[in-house]
């Protein structure tokens, strides 16, 4: 029987099942040797599945936030006014909930990094300078 596009062959997909029918009962790993098992995250690991990051959210440290402001945010945002920098996060296609918080940011402000504005947002740090700097 063909069976399309598939690269394995019927056997090898039954002997696939047969490997993980232990983790799969377990919800462990099963086997002896440490080296074959997938490494466990790390503490300073930023949140993958946690979803969008948020300011102000339980989940959202200085660190996540300065994270995804540098993923979408580069030198050349610097230095910027609040308003400027949600245009560069809407253009980068940054989550709506970081950039809807960095548009909350007093308008008068102007950050001339990804830390000062992580700062700002997260309530850490020292206050923004205000006016052209």
């Given at each position: 029987?063909?069976?399309?596009?598939?690269?394995?062959?019927?056997?090898?997909?039954?002997?696939?099942?047969?490997?993980?029918?232990?983790?799969?009962?377990?919800?462990?790993?099963?086997?002896?040797?440490?080296?074959?098992?997938?490494?466990?995250?790390?503490?300073?690991?930023?949140?993958?599945?946690?979803?969008?990051?948020?300011?102000?959210?339980?989940?959202a440290s200085?660190?996540?936030?300065?994270?995804?402001l540098a993923?979408?945010?580069?030198?050349?945002?610097?230095?910027?006014?609040?308003?400027?920098?949600?245009?560069?996060?809407?253009?980068?296609?940054?989550?709506?909930?970081?950039?809807?918080?960095?548009?909350?940011?007093?308008?008068?402000?102007?950050?001339?990094?990804?830390?000062?504005?992580?700062?700002?947002?997260?309530?850490?740090?020292?206050?923004?300078?205000?006016?052209?700097?």
């Amino acid at each position: 029987m063909q069976r399309g596009s598939d690269r394995l062959s019927v056997h090898r997909d039954d002997e696939m099942k047969h490997e993980l029918q232990g983790l799969l009962r377990s919800g462990r790993p099963t086997r002896t040797e440490e080296w074959h098992d997938p490494e466990p995250s790390a503490e300073d690991d930023p949140q993958v599945a946690g979803g969008p990051v948020a300011p102000g959210s339980s989940t959202a440290s200085l660190a996540t936030v300065r994270l995804e402001l540098a993923r979408v945010l580069g030198r050349g945002a610097f230095p910027a006014s609040p308003r400027d920098l949600a245009g560069e996060l809407r253009r980068g296609y940054a989550p709506d909930a970081l950039a809807e918080s960095v548009e909350r940011l007093p308008r008068s402000a102007r950050y001339a990094n990804v830390q000062e504005l992580a700062e700002a947002l997260t309530g850490s740090g020292q206050p923004a300078r205000r006016g052209n700097t």
